[in-house]
Structure formats: structure tokens, C-alpha cells
């Protein structure tokens, strides 16, 4: 099993930078691929971004695609979401995922707790 740890979200403004950090430990981070999704308030989780074991492989959301970027250090057993170009509609819960599966494609089963971006306009 692991545990996954998110952190680095705030507010920001509109056409402003985050980078969110996801930790993970008690479990063999490289075997998983990893994901972020985000909620936000009254609608359904989404995805956002997912990079293989390897960290080879990269996927995004439309919606976001050539503004985040999603990278992992394996040897920090960690995976980061650099948010470039903020839009409002950015503002969510954000949420790492892991996948035993080893896919991008399979099932996450871990999640971390959170952490809230918020993008004023």
C-alpha cells in the first residue's frame, strides 16, 4: 500500500505559475503509473495529467494540455504538476493518484487527500 501526500497549492492569479508536489511513501513508487485529477465544488472528479513509470510517457486533459506539465523522480518518490498560465477555471481540489497497474490506463487505487488551488480573476 501507499500513502500519498500533496502539497504546494494556493491562491494565485489569473496567468500565474504553481507547482504541486505529490509524496509518496509505503509503497514502490516506480511500479506505479501516476496520475492528478482535480474537483472542483458541485462537479465530478476529472482528469488533469498522467506519466507513466517511467516517466517516459506524458498524457493531459485537453483542457490543459500545453499549459501543466506533469514530471516524477523516482529516486524522490515523487510526482509534480507544474501549472503554467492559471485560468479561474482551474480552481479545484487536486488529487495525485497511483496506479498499481502500472498503466496509465488502469485503476487508481491510492489517492492523496488533496490540496486546493484557487486562481482569482
Known amino acids: 500500500q501507499v500513502q500519498l501526500a500533496e502539497s504546494g497549492g494556493g491562491l494565485v492569479q489569473v496567468g500565474g505559475s504553481l507547482r504541486l508536489s505529490c509524496a509518496a511513501s509505503g509503497g514502490t513508487f516506480s511500479i506505479y503509473a501516476m496520475g492528478w485529477f482535480r474537483q472542483a465544488p458541485g462537479m465530478e472528479r476529472e482528469f488533469v495529467a498522467a506519466?507513466?513509470?517511467?516517466?517516459?510517457?506524458?498524457y493531459y486533459a485537453d483542457s490543459i494540455k500545453g499549459r501543466f506539465t506533469i514530471s516524477r523522480d523516482n529516486a524522490k518518490n515523487t510526482v509534480y504538476l507544474q501549472m503554467n498560465s492559471l485560468k479561474p477555471e482551474d480552481t479545484a481540489v487536486y488529487y495525485c493518484?497511483?496506479?498499481?497497474?502500472?498503466?496509465?490506463?488502469?485503476?487508481?487505487?491510492?489517492w492523496g487527500q488533496g490540496t486546493q488551488v484557487t486562481v482569482s480573476s
Open positions: 506519466i507513466s513509470r517511467s516517466g517516459i510517457s506524458t
Open positions: 493518484a497511483a496506479a498499481p497497474g502500472g498503466s496509465v490506463r488502469s485503476r487508481y487505487d491510492y
